[in-house]
């Protein structure tokens, strides 16, 4: 099982849809976790950080289940500018290094 | 406040040549990052480091060397370039207690 798994995508959904991303990790003592965000031929860039219960900014939604190993984002309202890749991202044990899922594709069109 | 900057942006090696990528962040983070991403692959961590004076191998150190001699500065050595090497090189740090890593804008290298 790899260490952190992702909707293969892409997502091409119109303007305004809501579209959810799922990811899986494997290793039960990752403390954080993070969704960043890329743009074509650009650095990511963190989009929010995931916490247990729950957490929202503006359209975004990030949600944890620490049980079953299992990050989400929803997106509402999708714009144009919501086209990227989605990466879902997990620390190691120590907490001193990031592990990435090999991210999702969202295009919005109008 | 530049950030993470990253130098060269782009380069092409051949075969067995060497290179060294540099990494400068003036934030005074005392952790910095060597990633690569390869399509379909996603961002691999070659290595890294959480201080001045030390490294720590990542999931693909084979091939690269790196160095830390100034807080500020993470240098990525390829010794003898090989054609697996191309890729897009990303650097990132962190500060002691903060989970954000901040990118640098990538290096595209092409070994030919």
Not at chain 1, 50 to 79: C, H, M, P
Not at chain 1, 105 to 110: F, K
Not at chain 2, 2 to 29: E, I, W, Y
């Amino acid at each position: 099982r790899k260490e952190v798994e992702q909707d293969p995508g892409p997502f091409n959904v119109p303007e305004g849809a809501t579209v959810a991303f799922n990811c899986t990790y494997s290793n039960s003592a990752s403390q954080s976790f993070f969704w960043y965000r890329q743009d074509c031929r650009k650095e990511p860039k963190l989009l929010m950080s995931v916490y247990s219960s729950g957490n929202e900014d503006g359209r975004f939604t990030a949600q944890l289940n620490r049980a079953s190993q299992y990050i989400s984002l929803l997106i509402r309202d999708s714009k144009l500018s919501d086209s990227a890749t989605y990466l879902c991202v997990v620390s190691n044990q120590a907490g001193t290094a990031l592990i990435f899922g090999k991210g999702t594709t969202l295009s919005v069109s109008s | 406040n530049a950030g993470v900057t990253q130098t060269p942006k782009f380069r092409v090696l051949k075969t067995g040549q060497s290179m060294t990528l540099l990494c400068a962040q003036d934030m005074n983070h005392e952790y910095m990052y060597w990633y690569r991403q390869d399509p379909g692959m996603g961002l691999r961590l070659i290595h890294y480091s959480v201080g001045e004076g030390t490294t720590a191998k990542g999931e693909v150190p084979d091939g690269y060397n790196v160095s830390r001699l100034k807080k500020q500065n993470f240098l990525l050595g390829l010794e003898s370039a090989a054609p697996s090497q191309t890729s897009v090189y990303f650097c990132a740090s962190r500060g002691l207690g903060v989970d954000e890593q901040f990118f640098g804008p990538g290096t595209r290298l092409t070994v030919l």
